[in-house]
């Protein structure tokens, strides 16, 4: 009796054990047939959709395309099997700097030769509007060259570009970049620092204000997102950050270290020290001058950091990505003061003594 009980219970668990080792198969045959096919649906999807086309596809990427937009949009056209694909590519080969323009794309073309098309901006179509924004760059500036480059009234654009409505609308667009810290009651000009430093090309013959700035706020917003973690392991936020490069852009001579500058900044400021930057001085007065004179640090404006302590309520300029990095990565120095010499040199030292006697040798004596 106990026999058979033995023998029925080897004969279950056999089947069982051929039972589990079935399911074990089917499941990585499945697995294996998936991810089979998935693999061999991505390598299609990087291929072309057909390499012996001679079709040419006109394709516009509009100016602040995302990527997943721009994947989209050569889809719908035919000229890429799967947008997600597109994406997912261009994230693992960290590719970007895409530029707007309207393309003549093939299916013949695979997604490597549409990247390198994107990238280099081969375009069919000329730009009707081009314009530069140099570094260091302030509102009003920019203003004047966007007005230029449309044919449009300088203070009208000025006028807009301040308008709360128009601000607002980004604000919501971009919530990470244009944050409330822009619409603080001592803020000069909401807008002010984040339109980014670069050339940008418009293919239609008058572009909305509104396309042009969100083509520069894209570009700030790509910038300045690739340092996130930097930036929040120096306990800085955006519009901190964006500040902090503007001061280093607007002291900076060519040849000067912007890191060592940003030395400077953050010692001063760790040791409760105001920061006592001229532009700042120059920009509460709204004014451009090649000196600033003592009854000029006089200036009742939070903007004054001869007479507040800490970064001004906002930036002063728009600033490029060295600045950037500046502000980031500031060089480890025990300097307190610097000052630039006619030729541009930047003269940096750490006791007040030592600045009195630099500044008596090369700006006092030359007056």
Request: no cysteine.
């Amino acid at each position: 009796m106990i026999r058979q009980k033995m023998l029925e219970s080897e004969k279950e668990a056999r089947i069982v054990r051929k039972i589990v080792l079935i399911i074990a198969i089917v499941l990585v045959l499945f697995i294996l047939i998936i991810g089979g096919g998935g693999f061999l649906y991505i390598n299609s999807s990087l291929k072309p959709i057909d390499p012996h086309s001679k079709v040419q596809k006109k394709v516009e990427i509009p100016i602040g395309s995302s990527v997943t937009g721009i994947g989209e949009t050569l889809e719908a056209h035919g000229i890429i099997k799967n947008a997600k694909v597109f994406k997912y590519y261009v994230k693992f080969k960290n590719e970007g700097g895409f530029m707007a323009g309207v393309y003549e794309l093939s299916p013949s073309m695979d997604i490597a030769e549409i990247v390198g098309r994107l990238k280099t901006g081969k375009v069919l179509a000329k730009p009707a509007v081009k314009m530069t924004i140099p570094e260091g760059k302030q509102l009003k500036e920019i203003a004047a060259i966007i007005a230029k480059a449309t044919k449009q009234n300088e203070e009208n654009v000025f006028k807009q570009l301040n308008d709360v409505t128009f601000v607002k609308g980004f604000m919501e667009k971009y919530p990470n970049l244009l944050t409330k810290d822009i619409l603080n009651s001592q803020v000069k000009y909401p807008l002010e620092g984040y339109l980014y430093p670069a050339t940008y090309s418009f293919y239609k013959k008058n572009p909305a204000l509104e396309e042009m700035v969100n083509a520069m706020l894209e570009k700030t917003q790509s910038v300045v997102m690739d340092y996130t973690e930097k930036r929040e392991e120096k306990k800085l936020t955006v519009h901190q950050l964006i500040t902090m490069a503007s001061l280093i852009e607007e002291e900076a001579t060519e040849k000067a270290d912007r890191k060592t500058i940003s030395s400077v900044f953050y010692n001063r400021m760790n040791k409760g020290m105001p920061l006592q930057t001229d532009p700042t001085v120059l920009y509460a007065q709204g004014k451009h001058k090649q000196k600033v004179y003592y009854k000029d640090l006089e200036v009742n404006s939070p903007y004054n950091t001869y007479k507040h302590k800490g970064m001004p309520p906002g930036p002063i300029a728009n600033a490029g990505k060295v600045s950037i990095e500046a502000a980031l990565e500031p060089e480890k120095t025990d300097y307190y003061y610097f000052l630039a010499t006619a030729g541009g040199k930047i003269i940096f030292t750490k006791t007040l003594e030592e600045h009195n006697k630099e500044k008596a040798k090369h700006i006092s004596n030359n007056k």
